[in-house]
């Protein structure tokens, strides 16, 4: 592989990290719009476990909305912070690649008042799709959690 098809699957690469942090920053944000612009416009295949199966990226964006949009006198009710660590990307194709990340995910959810610590793995398959690196297929495998009752707990909202 010459110089420059090695410095091209570098940038592809980056392109697909800042694709799967925007993923991240989107969940934590609760900002949908973004969050459903980072899968392909049709047919993804998401298996999220728990959370359920899904053939289209508007079905899984729509109960994100239902969740992330859920509030309690005006402010979000589920809090959540995702960390995307140990990202290895392979570059398949001029427009296909694939890629493996460990999440680690924190959870307010000040409905039920508990906390919850998850970490898993993403299996992601991504396509370039009008320029743009998009997600066509993920898997989520839970590897552990814990979920634990918040107790003389009070969120202090910075902004």
Known sequence: MNIENRLDALEQIEAIKALKHRYFRA??????????????????????????????????????RRIAG?????KPAVLDMHHGIH???????????????????????????????LTGDYDDEYVLEDGRW????????????LTRPLTDTEVEWLR
Do not use: M
């Open 87 to 117: 990202p290895d990307i392979t570059v398949l194709a001029p427009d296909r690649a694939k890629g493996r990340w460990t999440l680690k995910f924190r959870q307010l959810n000040l409905i039920e008042n508990t906390e919850k610590i």
């Open 134 to 145: 998009k997600i066509a297929a993920s898997r989520f495998d839970a590897l552990w959690s």
């Open 27 to 64: 969940c934590d944000a609760k900002d949908a719009a973004t969050f459903r612009d980072c899968f392909c416009a049709d047919g993804a295949r998401l298996d999220y476990g728990a959370l359920g199966t899904f053939d289209s990226a508007d079905h899984l964006a729509a109960i994100f």
């Open 70 to 74: 859920h509030t309690v006198d005006g």
